[in-house]
């Protein structure tokens, strides 16, 4: 059987990596890795790859930045000729990027069968683009494969037979149990003491430039009271360049490169709070029992909030800055790798590939 798979940003190499390890476990399953260059900056994609230990990618499509339209399309131009080339049997897709519904969009027409993991979340916010990328690629795909049950019901009442879906749990969650150990061993440099650790991305929260001084202006009074850790993600760093940012009042206050992966599993376990807008570290935080504050007004993972340690602060900086304080109070010691969530036990993958392989996730 000859498996496709395609990654294009950040949070797609750390669900396909256990994906891409346990089928490989299969000698009859031949795999193809494609990158669709989304994502390109060295410190957004190659450190992933060396330390998740993915196979270099077959193909790279080399898109890069645009436009929604621009980057879809590009994407779907150089990806339908290597479908065409490569006629896999199956192309699995991961979450919810340009490149996750470009790719999916290309195979439907072709006729080639798309496995989707990380199906079934919904924010039912569709101001995010990912939103119409996580609904379209749903439609779009034959295997649907769920983190968790909320998902599954979601797509049923979207009228997806049941049949399609598979409610296997959290590949990112794979990747964390593999390497927590080495990112306990993990020492990062200013990490000391008590700290915060922050990162947003979403254009609600970086495109808006009053928005996002003010809460720069929040962080910065919050490193008043401990260290903040910001590693600052490229399309953040534009708009901050944008606005010509000077935090230089807080020494505490520390905008950093984007980290690798282990270093910032090494920094969110020991986090006091992490503040995010990110969909994984949502996640992530609940496995590892650190409280968490989302600045958005709604979630696709109400689970983390639902069993974990999330909590919703929306467009809100008072919000922000009391439900901080209380956790802060609380000195809340971290719950690590309590494990909350049904199937957020590191075996998802091998779901997936029983699934795909063998028809069922039963031994
Ligand atoms: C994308 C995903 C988002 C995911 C995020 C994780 C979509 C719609 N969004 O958002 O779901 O949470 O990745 O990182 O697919 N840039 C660089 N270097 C890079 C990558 C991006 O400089 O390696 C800059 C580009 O100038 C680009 C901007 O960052 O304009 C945004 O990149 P893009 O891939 O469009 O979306 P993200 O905001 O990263």
Redesign the pocket.
Known sequence: MHILHVV????NFMKAAPVLRALNSYPDVRQTLVHTG????A???EVFFRELEMPEPDVNLGVG??T?GQ?TAAVMTAFEPVVIEHKPELVLVY?????TLAAALVCAKLAIPVGHVEAGLRSRDRAM??EI?RVLTDRLSDLLFTPSDDGDRNLLDEGIPRSRIHLVGNVMIDTLVRLLPKAKTHLSNGANGRFALVTL???SNVDDLVWLRDLLTTLADLSDQLSVIFPV???TR?RLNDLGIDHSRSTRLHLLEPLPYVEFIGLQRRAAVVITD??GIQEETTFLGIPCLTVRENTERPITISLGTNQLVGRNLQKLRDSAEAILQQKLSPQEERNPVPLWDGRAAERIARIIVRGSATE
């Open positions: 294009g940003a950040r949070p989304q994502h390109y900056d410190s957004m994609s930045s645009g929604h980057q979450g919810d990027v340009n490149s683009p990912e990328n991305h979403r254009p993600h490229p399309r534009q990110s969909g």
